[in-house]
């Protein structure tokens, strides 16, 4: 991860929030699950991505949670201060947008888990005829090609590409999606050419990333608020083990998930009462879910072929 996240009390952000209150030129809020999030910010170019990836919420709603964004070369690059408290983020001289993203999504998540025991799951969440299936793994393992490999079989449907919200609803998980568009690379058109014409038509930021809208290529039918989970899948890429995949049980699948941060590295708040909430929600949905392990190291298509057989989809 490229920034380090420092907490800070409410009186250091009134003094942040006064710093920078001169060069607020755009204010926007957007609602992110039900929490309404509000952007403070002088860049035009991040406005627009913002407004193009979030739903938008009523001006007239007090927001929740608040992110100052702004190039101060005064500060170093890639800082971010958080104030607990007030649910405050200051994120100067960070250029990713998709660090941006989830940190606005962190800001509710960190709300939601204290209040109403909705967690932050940083995966993929599709779903078919069989339930809901999510995704998770660290950088480079695969997760956003799966997801989108899976898109192009016209059963399966999209909660999320990146982050959802789940929460326990009697013997189920329910996970629901929180963006409107989705911020998608672009060497996604080369591994898989269906979404060759998606890319063409996104606006590429400097890191090669666009906000795009996915129904243009599967359609509105296809993009689901919420599902239930059935199936949880953690992918890895270790070419010295030799097994491809295979079933997990939930303490072997909690203990992977606790090593590796519950692969969400964009948590602002990590202490002893946070890891409870978030070990005991995890627990719950390995309780309900069928848990698997797949190794990615064969090519996209070999993955693919074997999450799709774990999403039932030779069956259905």
């Known amino acids: 991860m490229g920034y380090e996240v420092t907490l800070i009390s409410i009186q250091e952000k009134e003094a942040l929030a006064e710093r920078y209150a001169p ?93 109403h025991r909705i967690y932050s799951v940083h995966g993929a969440c599709i779903d078919t005829r069989c339930g809901g299936m999510c995704i998770l793994g660290g950088s480079g ?33 329910l996970a629901y999606g929180s963006e409107k568009n989705f911020y998608i690379r672009a060497d996604l058109a080369t591994v898989w050419p269906e979404f060759r014409d998606l890319v063409s038509r996104a606006e590429l930021d400097s890191e090669g990333r666009g906000v795009v809208d996915l129904r243009w290529v599967v359609g509105k039918g296809r993009i ?8 949880l899948v953690l992918l890895k890429r270790d070419p010295s083990d030799l097994r491809i995949d295979r079933r997990t049980g939930p303490e072997e699948a909690l203990e992977i998930l606790e ?19 978030r070990m005991r929600f995890f627990r719950e949905l390995l309780a309900r879910t069928e848990a698997y392990i797949v190794n990615t190291t064969g090519s996209p298509e070999e993955t693919q072929r074997i999450i799709q057989r774990l999403a039932h989809l030779d069956k259905q």
């Open 23 to 115: 060069r607020v030129q755009y204010e926007l809020k957007s609602d992110v699950y039900g929490c309404c999030i509000k952007l403070l910010t002088d860049n035009r170019s991040l406005r627009d991505t913002w407004s193009e990836n979030l739903y938008n919420m009523s001006q007239n709603i007090r927001s929740h949670g608040r992110l100052y964004v702004f190039n101060d070369p005064q500060e170093e690059k890639d800082q971010v201060f958080y104030d607990p408290q007030s649910k405050t983020a200051f994120l100067l001289n960070v250029r990713y947008y998709g660090w941006i993203k989830s940190l606005a999504l962190s800001v509710t998540g960190d709300m939601l888990e204290d209040e």
């Open 259 to 277: 090593q590796n941060s519950f692969f969400n590295p964009h948590f602002l708040v990590r202490n002893e009462f946070k890891t409870d909430l």
């Open 224 to 231: 689901l608020p919420l599902t239930t989970v059935r199936r």
């Open 141 to 173: 393992a695969g997760k956003t090609t799966q997801t989108y490999g899976l898109l192009r079989e016209p059963r399966v449907r999209v909660v999320s590409d990146d982050w959802f919200f789940a929460r326990v609803f009697g013997e189920d998980i």
